[in-house]
């Protein structure tokens, strides 16, 4: 097996081809960005499906710009870059979601007083 | 392609990709400061909350400039890939990478400007939880963008001095993937920071 570590598609960035996919990734981020903006300005849906549909949107302009601006090589073998790229992807929502979920749990088995007002955390007494 | 052109395209590729690894941790160093914005959120201390302090259409213009920088930097890189070593596509890669680096200016500007806002108002970092993460999440996001702003002075010297070689199309290709990463990070932000934050 060669070790082939290319990161960006380098004959994909150089052709024609790539002018285009920059100018979608442009326009498709821009449409991304507007929509969740103006759903939220204008408060069309409850406050928790309007979580979710930002959230939603902004994992599309995620993916729109992996594909349409980092050019990452499909050509590097074995597939480093998307090895990485995977990896960091499941400890980032790893990280994240389990902090959430841990300190909701927090919150919820200590509702006794207001626990989000304060500094500091709640102190049960 | 002789052999010692061949080994030096390797090796380019080779720091590409631990430049590539790198950025990958920097996305866990956003991350974990995402998930303390996150936990903190609520804890406003009987100051402002999120919703009180910013202005949207204000990001919304933030937002977008980051983006187009973002885009314009995309069209220097076409360039410095596309035609190698002629004198016009020197002229063009240097012109959009000083697009890219006002738009970056800008962004920056409109950061410093809010940020000096806030302090105004009795916002500071050390007004609550939540105003301590906020400062450092856009904080970090803000000194990453100024770094890479002194590193894209730096390609834009060389380029004008060296052209567009091996080197600088390399180092063009690694300042991309940073540059287009920052905009990435920049949309949870915009997400989970303002559109959240406004609901």
Redesign the interface.
């Known amino acids: 097996m060669t070790n ?5 598609d ?1 004959q994909y ?2 052709g024609r081809l ?2 285009r996919s ?1 100018v979608t ?2 326009v498709l ?2 449409i991304l ?2 929509i ?2 103006f759903i ?2 204008k ?1 069309m849906l409850g ?1 928790q499906s ?2 979710w549909a ?2 939603l ?2 994992v599309a ?2 993916l729109a ?2 594909v349409f ?2 050019h990452l090589s499909k050509k590097s073998k074995p597939l ?2 998307m090895v ?2 995977a ?2 992807i499941f ?2 929502s790893f ?2 979601i ?3 979920w841990i ?1 909701y749990n927090l919150n919820y088995n200590m509702t006794d007083t207001s626990p ?6 709640h102190i049960p007494q | 392609m002789t052999k010692e052109t061949l080994i030096h395209h ?1 090796a380019g ?2 720091n ?2 631990g ?3 790198y950025i ?2 920097d ?2 160093l956003f ?2 400061i ?3 914005y ?2 903190l959120q ?5 100051g402002p909350s999120a919703g009180d302090l910013f202005s ?1 259409p204000f990001v ?1 213009v933030e ?2 400039i980051l ?2 920088s ?2 314009t930097y ?2 220097a ?2 360039h410095a ?2 035609h190698r070593n002629e004198e016009n596509c020197k002229r063009k890669v240097i012109f959009w990478l000083a697009i890219t680096f006002l738009l970056g200016v800008l962004f920056l500007a409109m950061e410093v400007f809010e940020f000096t806002k806030l302090f105004q108002e009795g916002a500071g970092f050390q007004r ?2 939540f105003l301590s993460a906020f400062f450092t999440l856009v904080g970090t996001h803000g000194l990453h963008v100024t770094a890479g702003l002194l590193w894209m002075g730096s390609i834009t010297a060389q380029v004008i001095r060296h052209g567009i070689t091996e080197r600088t199309v390399n180092k063009i ?1 690694a300042l ?2 940073f540059w ?1 990463f920052l ?2 990070v920049w ?2 932000i ?3 920071v303002y ?2 934050g ?2």
Not at chain 1, 4 to 8: L, Q, S, Y
Not at chain 2, 42 to 46: A, I, K
């Open positions: 082939d570590f290319k990161v960006i380098e960035e150089a790539a002018l920059y990734g442009f981020s821009i960005t507007l969740p903006y939220v300005a408060h406050n309007l979580i930002v959230v949107f902004a302009q995620l710009q992996v601006f980092l480093w870059n990485v790229f990896f960091t400890v980032v990280l994240v389990g902090s959430l300190m989000s007002k304060t500094n500091e955390g | 390797n590729a080779r590409l990709f430049f590539w690894a990958m941790s996305a866990l991350a974990s995402f998930a303390t996150a936990v609520n804890n406003t201390f009987g949207m919304l937002t977008l983006l187009a973002s885009f995309g069209l890189s076409l890939h596309h609550s939880g290709a991309g993937l287009h905009y990435i949309i949870f915009f997400t989970f559109l959240i406004a609901i």
